[in-house]
């Protein structure tokens, strides 16, 4: 402390001689001073720091938005280089162009047979290859399989069929990476025979997994025939042979133009010059199936189409311009239907090449007017359309990394581009609306971020994360604000101050316990404890209230003496006994009860009348979260009741109100304002509350609010994948996203709280 006593020499001296105790105008121009520069600190001060703790939030929001921000950027396309394209003669025609994974090799096929790698950069050839042609033979049809197969056959005028695959080795001499491109041929060195009758094959399709390899042509006079074939190659001499199955499938109206075959040998896809696609079941070859024509067109012909990453969806182009995505949808009879999910913006010019990307559900689309588009499917976005050559385009192709193109001209102008289109799944519609996503029959809200496969689709729907957040919030207070604003107004207004000071401090306590120890209790004994008492849960929610309100009853019809025994403010400790009695009764009937009213089991009569039933469910994350919550609307609301001034009460109980007419009409409207911002603090809370709900439901992004089925919430969802996913991906910057909502669901909930929170005050004030 300051010493402010008056030094010896400056005491005044007080009328009659006596040395006066008060401090010389000296020392008190000295205090005044410092008070008035510790006032101006302390307000500059504190001011200094909310306005540190509102840029702080400010910083928050923009290190989010700066995360987010690029989700929704359109791709661009930005030429490098051009040149002719390399192995193809000005007699010759292109008919295949791709792209290895590190951008250093391209390779272009003619129609001639020839196969040629080059260097990206110039042009500059690397190798080239010759598929083998029969002898007299000339090419009439090629069939390019899906990009990660990078196969291409070629159908000859005698029926038959020559296929290449190309094949990469990478090397490391002097620490520097070489490529050598190599073009092998797996049903091998001499072409196959597909047309036993030697017909020339003016349409072939190919397709090559590691389920094996199958092509399928139409020959000249309208016949379709598929051929699967299954090699196998000898341990001890190397020797390959080949079994090969040819079937002719039914015909159809028309003359085929292009044929597909998926991945999984199941769908063929035939187009005709009439705008049809034909579709066939080829998964029995010994009974084949021609299963629907479906018209993408009505005023042209499909120009173009071609499986994306995956072979489930096809998309279609047509000579009018037209994109669209169709894919196969099963129904209730487990037959296939070719659905059209989805279109896409018109070209000015027919489609005349469409490019599907590596690993995701993207695409480049050349037309006859050289326009070059990216598109979309997932997210049903056109990211990029533009005007690329004078002349019609050829061929394109994209680099499994997705950040390079080559784009070849009818004139055999090939132009190297950059592409930047890092984000192209992620949309408005695909976050926040209903998509149509493959394997599925309608379109839906979906989260599934990830899988093992690469031919996965991604499905970041925010939708079902929002829900259960909702959902666990909603449960939660459901649970918690009934008891924390009861108990807070009992124990402010009508309990003893001796038991208050007890029951507050235990009740405030609890907000300290850690909620992953909450969590865990929640996950390994509440959700397995309610599964097997079900009908004690529900026998406590009911049968206690009662139970409260007859012992209630019951003290009334006691003599006034025995009444009088116990002081006022302490019956909250006779219920109790009977609260304890209650509870050990229901969990002891029941299992009595599930054979009396329920067969035996609760859950299975759930089940049995559509109801579904996980063990980590809503119920329980209500009822853990509920605990957490208590705590935090408790306190708030038990000091907004207890700070109400005494004079209000004391003036109602004076003009003959009963103390619960005073709490009624005086005591909750001057409290309410409080009141109010503790159960809006409680459900901030239980919004943003992680480790309950990621112990304790189940985690399955599902959209309802079905109490015993369980939820996944956008916090409990940031931290079980925000460490798994790759920085600076769609997944990571959609879960930044995730965390945007959740920060601008809670500050515009508590902005409106505060509003509403003003307008009781304001309302209240003249009480």
């Known amino acids: 402390m300051n010493d402010i006593s008056p030094s010896p020499e400056r005491r005044q001296i007080a009328p009659g001689g006596s040395r006066s105790l008060l401090p010389s105008p000296d020392q008190r121009e000295r205090l005044r001073k410092r008070r008035a520069f510790k006032d101006h600190f302390s307000r500059y001060g504190i001011g200094i720091a909310g306005v540190g703790v509102v840029a702080a939030l400010a910083m928050i929001f923009v290190y989010l938005f700066s ?14 280089a051009s040149y002719s394209v390399p192995g193809v ?16 090799l391209g390779s272009s096929f003619s129609r001639s047979g020839r196969a040629t790698f080059f260097e990206v950069a110039d042009g500059d050839v690397r190798a080239s290859f010759e598929l083998p042609t029969p002898d007299g033979a000339e090419v009439s049809a090629v069939g390019v399989g899906a990009p990660r197969s990078q196969s ?18 990478m090397t490391f001499p002097d620490n520097q990476r070489h490529i050598e491109p190599e073009l092998t041929q797996p049903l091998g060195d001499e072409p196959i025979t597909l047309d036993e009758q030697g017909r020339a094959l003016s349409v072939i399709g190919v397709q090559v997994s590691d389920r094996g390899s199958y092509i399928a042509g139409a020959t000249d006079d309208g016949r379709l025939l598929v051929a699967s074939f299954d090699t196998r190659q000898n341990l001890m001499t190397g020797e390959v042979t080949v079994e090969q ?23 063929l896809y035939v187009s005709d010059e009439r705008g049809y696609i034909h579709h066939f079941d080829i998964s029995n070859l010994n009974d084949v199936e021609y299963v629907e024509a479906v018209q993408v067109t009505d005023s042209g012909y499909v120009s173009s189409m071609a499986y994306l990453n995956g072979t489930v969806s096809v998309i279609a182009g047509t000579s009018e311009g037209e994109l669209s995505q169709w894919i196969p949808v099963r129904d209730s009879h487990n037959a296939y239907s070719l659905v059209r999910i989805r279109d896409f913006a018109s070209y000015n010019g027919a489609i005349r090449h469409i490019q599907p990307e590596y690993i995701r559900r993207g695409f480049l689309v050349g037309d006859d007017r050289g326009n070059v588009g990216i598109h979309y499917t997932t997210s049903g976005r056109d990211l990029f359309q533009s005007s690329l050559s004078d002349q019609a385009i050829r061929m394109t192709a994209i680099s499994p990394s997705n ?20 984000h192209p799944e992620i949309s408005i519609s695909a976050l926040w609306s209903k998509v149509w996503y493959e394997g599925r029959s309608e379109p ?21 994360l929002t829900i259960g957040t909702l959902k666990a919030a909603f449960y939660a207070m459901l649970f918690a604000t009934p008891l924390a604003l009861m108990g807070a107004v009992y124990t402010a207004y009508f309990m003893t101050p001796r038991l208050r000071g007890k029951v507050k401090p235990t009740i405030e306590i609890m907000e300290a316990l850690p909620t992953v120890i909450l969590g865990f209790l929640a996950g390994l004994w509440l959700a397995p404890f309610i599964e097997g008492s079900l009908p004690a849960v529900f026998s406590i929610l009911i049968f206690i209230p009662l139970a409260m309100l007859a012992t209630a009853y019951a003290w009334s019809r006691l003599p006034e003496n025995l009444r009088n025994a116990i002081p006022e403010g302490w019956e909250a400790v006779l219920l109790l006994p009977t609260i304890l009695l209650v509870g050990w009764l229901s969990v002891t009937m029941s299992p009595y009860l599930e054979i009396w009213l329920f067969d035996g089991s609760m859950r299975q009569w759930l089940t049995n009348i559509g109801i579904n039933y996980d063990q980590r469910n809503a119920l329980v994350v209500g009822i853990a979260m509920g605990f957490a919550v208590i705590p935090t609307i408790f306190s708030i609301a038990e000091d907004a009741v207890f700070n109400v001034p005494r004079h209000l009460t004391q003036g109602s109980l004076a003009l003959g109100a009963t103390r619960w007419q005073t709490v009624m009409g005086v005591v909750l409207p001057t409290a309410s304002p409080g009141m109010f911002s503790a159960v809006m603090m409680g459900f901030g809370r239980a919004v943003g509350e992680t480790m309950i709900v990621l112990m304790a ?29 790759a920085v600076g991906s769609s997944h990571f910057r959609v879960l930044f996203l995730a965390a945007l909502v959740l920060l601008g669901f809670t500050f515009v909930i508590n902005t409106a709280a505060e509003i509403v929170r003003q307008r009781l005050r304001k309302r209240y004030s003249s009480l």
């Open 403 to 422: 950040n390079l193109a080559l784009i070849a001209d009818q004139g055999n102008q090939l132009q190297v581009a950059e592409v930047n289109n890092p």
């Open 152 to 169: 291409i056959a070629y159908g000859f005028d005698n029926g038959q069929v020559a296929l290449g695959v190309v094949e990469y080795e």
């Open 89 to 104: 003669d000005a007699d010759d025609e292109l008919v295949h162009l791709a792209l290895e994974r590190y951008n250093i």
């Open 444 to 464: 839906r809200y979906v989260w599934q971020a990830s899988s093992g496969s690469n031919e996965f689709e991604p499905k970041m729907s925010l939708m079902p």
């Open 697 to 725: 439901t189940g985690n399955s992004p599902i959209m309802n609010f079905n109490i015993f089925e369980g939820m996944r919430t956008l916090s409990a969802n940031i931290a079980v994948e925000l460490p798994e996913t």
């Open 245 to 267: 199955i040819v079937v002719e499938l039914p015909a159809i109206e028309g003359e085929p133009q292009q044929i597909l075959i998926d991945g999984r040998f199941r769908h």
């Open 67 to 80: 995360e987010v921000a690029p989700l929704f950027r359109s791709a661009s396309v930005s030429p490098q």
